[in-house]
């Protein structure tokens, strides 16, 4: 499949995601009830929350510059003054191109402006994002376990449970591909082959070449984009590195839950549920948005907000008021950073986005 035709799919694939969520979170909302929500708010409360969420907003943003910097390390002694600018272009692309390609737009401007390799700054990204997925995914077990859930949906807490142990093993299997990075590949290796014969082999609507060809694919992109994070692996050997490298990444998170939960509470601060709310909402969003989504998480944000906060007896039209609220924090003062910076380097949008979708077209990046 062409780069075009294989974009276009990616394009259709989000905005109709994004579309069919945004329609199941908005179907049974009572639109005058939104409305009061959206422009009946108490200034006393909203303005010192915008505020508040601005200055959490930008140390969020510092804090992860802060952490790529050091991951950063072992191919350049940068600052995180140093890599913000294409950060914030990285993120701005999230929000106006498909299919996650900020992250390969960050991974283009950064190794263009640097002088560095594609591959090794990919592998940083992909290093800093795993690190992101296991912090998500043990939140979402942890909170799950004291979210009020109604009796037929207790049976969720055991869901949360196997998660939480998947995520111990996910862990330990980090740590081995850091400080046992030949083993851990040979392993994976094996176990890629393993799991993908018969997984692959269930499609028997597959003629067996094509079979064999997606397989040998399949394995290949996979263990491929493990490769890919090897370099960036000598700024976590250091064990008291490893740790501050993992606090970092909590406190980063955190940030983002206080920044949702004050969204929410902005409208209703009377009615709020406690932080363990806040909490939940962060980790159902921030793994939501692993999906295929419409441009700025339009329609998965508003879902996500409605079922994270539905067992906590948060109104519908309070929940997608947040949503909306925190869709214009995320979009218009990032988006307008992005710009700035993209506008203070010299570069063109057209440019970063036809160098990020080459590189993701490719299944990896080129030096």
């Known amino acids: 499949m062409s780069g ?10 989000g905005l109709a995601a ?8 908005v179907r049974s909302a009572d639109p005058g009830k939104l409305w009061e929500r959206l422009t009946g708010v108490d200034p006393r409360f909203f303005v010192p929350f915008f505020f508040l969420i601005m200055a ?67 592998s940083t990204i992909v290093l800093e994002r795993l690190m992101d997925f296991l912090a998500i995914v043990a939140v979402f077990a942890v909170t799950l376990q004291f979210v009020p859930l109604s009796p037929e949906l207790a049976g969720l807490r055991a869901v949360g449970a196997v998660v939480g142990a998947a ?24 176990f890629l082959a393993a799991a993908l014969r018969p997984a692959v082999g269930a499609l028997i609507f597959l003629p067996r070449e094509r ?33 501050a490298m993992l606090g970092m990444t909590l406190l980063i998170w955190s940030l983002n839950g206080l920044m949702l939960y004050l969204a929410a509470v902005s409208f209703t601060p009377a ?19 692993t999906l295929p989504s419409a441009p700025g998480y339009i329609g998965t944000t508003q879902f996500c907000f409605v079922i994270a906060l539905q067992p906590f007896g948060v109104d ?17 003062p990032v988006t307008l950073a992005g710009l700035f910076f993209t506008a203070r380097l010299g570069l063109k949008l057209r440019t970063l986005k036809e160098e990020a ?6 299944g990896r990046a080129s030096p």
């Open 4 to 13: 075009k035709r294989t974009h276009a799919l990616h394009t259709a694939l």
């Open 316 to 332: 519908r039209e309070v929940a997608l008021a947040g949503s909306f609220y925190a869709l214009f924090l995320g979009i218009v």
């Open 56 to 122: 959490l907003l930008a140390a969020f943003f510092w804090l992860k510059a802060v952490r790529w910097s050091r991951l950063l390390r072992p191919l350049a002694p940068l600052r995180a003054n140093d890599v913000l600018p294409s950060l914030m272009i990285g993120f701005m692309a999230n929000n106006l191109l498909p299919a996650h390609l900020g992250e390969f737009v960050r991974m283009y401007v950064l190794a263009a402006q640097r002088g560095l390799s594609n591959a090794a700054v990919l």
């Open 357 to 362: 979708t080459k590189a993701a077209e490719s």
């Open 167 to 190: 995520t111990l093993v996910l862990f330990a299997c980090f740590a081995a591909f850091v400080w046992r990075t030949a083993w851990a590949l040979r392993a994976a290796d094996r």
């Open 18 to 25: 994004g579309g069919a969520l945004l329609f199941l979170a």
């Open 211 to 243: 079979r064999r060809g997606l397989r040998a694919r399949l394995h290949a992109r996979l263990y491929g984009l493990l490769q890919a994070g090897v370099p960036g692996l000598f700024s976590l050997r250091d064990p008291r590195q490893f740790a």
């Open 271 to 289: 009615e709020f549920p406690s932080l363990l709310a806040a909490f939940f909402l962060f980790s159902v969003c921030a793994l939501g948005i």
